[in-house]
């Protein structure tokens, strides 16, 4: 089992940044592939960046390419998410998640087997 604990939401303004952190604990966390996945109000829940267990990041959802950075250190067993120039529409929960395996559907939340609670970030004027 691998628990997964996110942290670094909060309420920021249009244009501002936010970094997300997700820590694990449980089995070798390194082995994995970890996502970002975001779930917005009446909205289902959407891939927005991964990184495999070396640290390559898997390609950005359209959304995030240019304003958002995944990493991972790997000694510390905790991933990133820094998320820049915000607007309100990336308003939603966003959870990390980790699977084992390769890279095959990695933009696909039901291919996880491990899921944090969720952090909550509000984007308002």
């Known amino acids: 089992q691998v628990q997964l604990v996110e942290s670094g939401g909060g309420l920021v303004q ?3 940044s ?3 952190s997700c820590a ?5 966390f390194n082995n994995y592939l970890v996502g970002w996945f975001r779930q917005g109000p009446g909205k289902e829940r959407e891939f927005v960046a991964g990184i495999s267990w070396s640290g390559d ?3 950005y959802a359209d959304s995030a ?4 950075t995944i990493s991972r250190d790997n000694a510390k067993n905790t991933v990133h998410l820094q998320m ?3 607007k309100p529409e990336d308003t939603a929960v966003y959870y990390c998640a980790a699977r084992g395996g390769g890279y095959s559907g990695y933009a ?7 899921w944090g609670q969720g952090a909550q970030v509000t984007v308002s004027s």
């Open 24 to 28: 694990a604990s449980g089995r070798t």
């Open 14 to 16: 249009i244009g501002g």
């Open 108 to 114: 696909r939340p039901i291919t996880y087997h491990y």
């Open 18 to 20: 936010l970094r997300l």
């Open 65 to 68: 390419k240019g304003r958002f």
């Open 57 to 59: 990041p898997m390609p």
């Open 84 to 86: 820049a120039s915000l």
